[in-house]
């Protein structure tokens, strides 16, 4: 093992009741265009994947299951979005954190745009961002239908 990967990066919400530990590197930022983390987020769900066993936190965290396979968390106290998780699938071994709980994104980049077709007007994430479609994500991920 590197140092590197025992490194512990902290993050917190607001006003500072949710504390977040992440040992390890942080990776990439991912961004999501779809209509649940637009409404969840009033804009644009930014994202850190994290393996579950890497990240500890502690403080008043409520969560609300968004679909049968997902939840979405917050500081109860605040609001800070903690993170967004998938809760069946391959994709439960993950959290994905919110890139804001750590100073300046702990460094981490932007890289990868999912629904990419699905920005609102005026919305464009700018860079050389991996651009995802809806089709092609629902393609190959567990995904909620449009109902509404
Ligand atoms: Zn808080
Ligand atoms: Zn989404």
């Excluded at 993950?94 to 999912?114: H, Q």
């Excluded at 990419?116 to 651009?131: E, F, K, T």
């Excluded at 092609?136 to 909620?144: G, K, S």
């Amino acid at each position: 093992m590197t140092e590197v990967n025992s490194e512990q990066i902290k993050g917190r919400c607001l006003c500072g009741a949710v504390t977040v530990t992440v040992t390890g590197p942080l990776g990439d930022v991912s961004a999501c265009h779809c209509s649940a983390c637009t409404r969840w987020t009033g804009s644009v769900l930014m994202g850190l994947e994290i393996p579950r066993e890497r990240v500890t936190y502690a403080g008043p965290i409520k969560s609300y299951a968004s679909s049968s396979f997902s939840e979405r968390a917050w500081c109860e106290n605040c609001g800070t979005a903690v993170w967004f998780a998938d809760t069946e699938g391959e994709g439960a071994a993950n959290l994905e954190l919110s890139p804001g709980l750590f100073d300046g994104f702990g460094g981490a980049a932007l890289t990868r745009v999912v629904y990419a077709d699905c920005a609102p007007s005026g919305v464009v994430l700018g860079g050389d961002l991996q651009r995802v479609s809806k089709a092609d994500y629902e393609a190959t991920h567990l995904h909620v239908e449009d109902a509404e």
